[in-house]
């Protein structure tokens, strides 16, 4: 008998992408899937590329529909996860794929999202380095309670994490510019998600200061660092379905040397099965991570400004959420941490 797994919001894409990878995973058994208002409709209905499942129907996102299972995903819009979180077993391992549970600080929490912080869980980014050497990872084994980064997060945070691990970069002075397909806004209708707005177009959105995912990548690098990291953070929308391309800058501290930035980035993800460095010249494209759950990054200096560039791409759905959400289960469970997950994706 294998590892049972409930899904919670299957219906959405989160939802649609655990699935998608839950299926090829050799050690989980799907168990309930739940929604909300699509409760009691055909799961082929708003899947229709899951053929496996086509004919399960949806149950209402309750506890009891959630306990009993080895393993619950949360793939609920942010607000929705807390509430239904705090009726399940201690003992079952749950994975937030949703905001409530990923900052540490409740003046931040309260500052960008509003209402009453749910608290903070293990954070579900394994290769994030810290500063004491070890990785995000350690927290994850055996863990009970763990929330999913934030798409933009996970992009930009592997992106510059290893030049404040290697104490290269000023902390006040870093400068993240990401562009995400409209998956990444989830399913729900929104005007400004029309093909029609969306095709043929790039446009900003969440401007100043104040888009949601600021004080985590600000969490994440402080972390890698062991000091306080401000960031100035501007998402786009792109018109594409998958994919964060995030460009990111930060001033280099006086001194430092190209090849020192380099080595720095090249030592943090050497033994990374997911997250690569590319060689030399070449620069990572939203297209090469669809499916898969990579993340590929590049890193240059431009020397005239004193400035590090990196950028990174990954599948905002695939590394971006579900394969995280899997990656991090895997850690929770002790399987092995890379089971079920794909390091290849689709091209072109
Ligand atoms: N899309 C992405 O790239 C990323 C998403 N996430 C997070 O994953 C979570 C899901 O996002 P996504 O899949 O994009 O969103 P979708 O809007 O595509 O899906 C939301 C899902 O939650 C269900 N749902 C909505 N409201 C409730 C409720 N009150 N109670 C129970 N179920 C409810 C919906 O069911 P129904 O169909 O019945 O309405 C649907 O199954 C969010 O927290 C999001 O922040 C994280 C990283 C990236
Ligand atoms: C394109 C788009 O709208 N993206 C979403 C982020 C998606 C994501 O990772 O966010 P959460 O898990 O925090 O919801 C946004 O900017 O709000």
């Not at 049972?4 to 649609?16: I, N, P, R, T, W």
């Not at 509003?114 to 050497?133: I, K, Q, T, V």
């Not at 402080?222 to 998402?235: E, K």
């Not at 930035?261 to 460095?277: I, L, S």
Request: overall charge negative; charged content about 15%.
């Amino acid at each position: 008998m294998g590892i049972s797994a409930a899904v919670a919001g299957a219906s959405g894409y989160a939802g649609g992408e655990l699935l998608r990878l839950l299926l090829a995973h050799p050690g989980i058994e799907i168990g309930a899937l739940t929604a909300g208002g699509n409760a009691g409709t055909r799961l082929a209905e708003h899947q229709p590329h899951l053929l496996p499942l086509a004919d399960r129907v949806l149950a209402p996102t309750t506890a009891d529909e959630l306990a009993g299972h080895d393993l619950v995903f949360l793939a609920l819009p942010h607000g929705a996860s807390a509430a239904i979180a705090a009726q399940l077993p201690a003992d079952t391992v749950v994975i937030d794929c949703g905001a409530d549970h990923r900052l540490v600080s409740a003046q931040a929490w309260e500052e960008f999202y509003g209402g009453e912080h749910a608290g903070s869980w293990a954070y579900g980014l394994p290769e994030l380095p810290r500063a004491d050497g070890a990785r995000q990872r350690e927290n994850l084994r055996g863990a009970r309670r763990i929330a999913v980064p934030g798409c933009y997060p996970t992009a930009s945070s592997l992106a510059l994490a290893p030049g404040f691990a290697a104490g290269l970069l000023e902390p006040d002075d870093v400068v993240v510019v990401a562009a995400s397909g409209t998956s990444g806004a989830g399913r729900a209708a929104k005007v400004n998600m029309l093909g029609s707005e969306v095709m043929g177009s790039m446009s900003p959105y969440g401007v100043g200061g104040v888009h949601r995912h600021t004080p985590e990548i600000e969490q994440n690098l402080g972390l890698a660092g062991n000091q306080p990291v401000r960031v100035s953070f501007t998402p786009t929308l792109a018109p594409m379905s998958r994919g964060i391309l995030a460009t990111c800058t930060a001033r280099l501290k006086p001194g430092v040397t190209a090849g020192e930035v380099r080595e720095a980035w090249q030592n943090t993800y050497r033994d990374e099965t997911f997250v690569h460095v590319l060689p030399e010249g070449r620069w990572p494209r939203t297209a090469d991570t669809l499916g898969a759950n990579t993340a590929l990054i590049q890193v240059a200096v431009d020397e005239r400004v004193g400035r590090v560039i990196a950028v990174s791409a990954i599948d905002n759905l695939a590394k971006g959420t579900a394969g995280g959400a899997v990656q991090s289960a895997n850690l929770a469970l002790d399987l092995p941490e890379v089971l079920g997950l794909p390091l290849v994706g689709v091209a072109p």
